[in-house]
């Protein structure tokens, strides 16, 4: 994970954010900053998605205050992908409830590709996390509703909650999706041969795609994302989405598993959780603070944005977001202390 900001010393992670103003400027630094990069290839093995233009790029910031800073092609909507998973897995936590959820998904990383099969046959049909398409489709399966039409009408207000705004499913999208989703069908009926599937599995799989194909901007995953570092409440709405439990439930399997086989390169660069689409879209959540929503759609091998990597591990740096960073007492605190 090729993740190099240059010479940008790394804020420890204490205190809120700097003020408006400042957030504002380094918003719109690690827009410049990282806007001629030029490494990536935009995803075409979903056919409609080879059409998005390489140079669009997104940065945003959303505080849990409410606040929001956007710099770039921030208002170009694309498909949610697989970003989509973090937040209906949190939506099905909340209904189900942590030990249940758990115990049907797992939350291991599997160290292999996100549309892995060899990953269930070697868990004897388990699903090891939700953010890999196995678990995915698994957490789908378990949206309550007596049928396909609820569970995707639950999914749709969910997530609608989640960007403060409605999301619409892009046709398009959806359709070029639903024709070369050979492997997703694959999964779900080896899944259901395993019980790990209690429902038809390929509408499991159709609500699934339409759940990928949802409409969003960068600023939308921003703000989605500030809902989960604000404990569950959408900092703009004002409006709970999910429980604290959920949120720490969901970050902690981002933080692991968000970034498929590259999430310990991921964690150990940009200190947060995050999760990133094939359409470029990359959001990333700083507890408490903000949650960053990113948008290019050159991506590395693994799928992640480049660009989106990029301006999230500068923001990281200058903002003080990654969780791991601290700084030493100082000895007069220490004494004050009476340590």
């Known amino acids: ?57 997104a940065v945003c910031v959303a505080e849990v205050d409410g606040s929001v800073h956007a710099a ?3 208002g170009i909507e694309f498909s949610i992908q697989s970003i989509s998973k973090a937040f209906v897995y949190a939506l099905v936590c909340e ?14 990383n599997t160290g292999l590709p996100f549309n892995s099969v060899i990953a269930i046959e070697l868990n004897d049909g388990h699903p090891m996390n939700p953010m890999v398409n196995a678990g995915a489709i698994a957490t789908t399966a378990l949206v309550p509703g007596a049928t396909s039409v609820e569970r995707w009408s639950a999914i749709e207000s969910g997530l609608s909650e989640f960007a403060g705004r409605p999301l619409q499913v892009d046709e398009t999208v959806y359709q070029s999706e639903a024709q070369t989703n050979q492997r997703n069908r694959a999964i779900a009926r080896l899944l259901e041969s395993y019980g790990r599937i209690d429902l038809d599995p390929l509408e499991v799989v159709d609500v699934y795609t339409r759940q990928c194909s949802l409409r969003v901007t960068a600023t939308d995953l921003a703000v989605m994302g500030a809902t989960l570092a604000d404990g569950g409440v ?3 709405t004002g409006r709970r ?24 390169e991921w964690l150990f660069e940009i200190g947060l959780p995050g999760k990133s689409g094939v359409a470029g879209g990359l959001v990333t959540i700083a507890p408490g603070k903000a949650g960053i929503g990113t948008f290019s759609p050159p991506l590395d091998p693994a799928g992640n944005s480049v660009r989106g990597q990029r301006a999230t591990a500068y923001l990281s740096r200058v903002l003080g977001l990654n969780i791991f960073a601290s700084q030493a007492h100082t000895l007069a605190a220490r004494r004050k202390d009476g340590r």
């Open 241 to 264: 989405v999910v429980s604290a439990g959920v949120c720490r439930d969901t970050l902690a399997i981002l933080a692991s598993t968000g970034a498929y086989e590259r999430s310990g």
């Open 72 to 74: 770039g092609d921030a």
């Open 1 to 57: 994970m090729d993740v190099d900001v240059g010479d940008v010393a790394q804020q420890a992670y204490t205190g809120g954010l700097p003020e408006w103003t400042e957030v504002e400027s380094l918003v719109e630094a690690a827009y410049r900053r990282c806007r001629s990069e030029s490494g990536g290839v935009v995803a075409d093995y979903i056919p409609v998605l080879a059409q998005a233009d390489p140079d669009w790029f």
């Open 234 to 236: 959408n900092p703009v």
């Open 95 to 108: 209904s189900l409830g942590h030990d249940a959820v758990a115990d049907r998904i797992g939350v291991n």
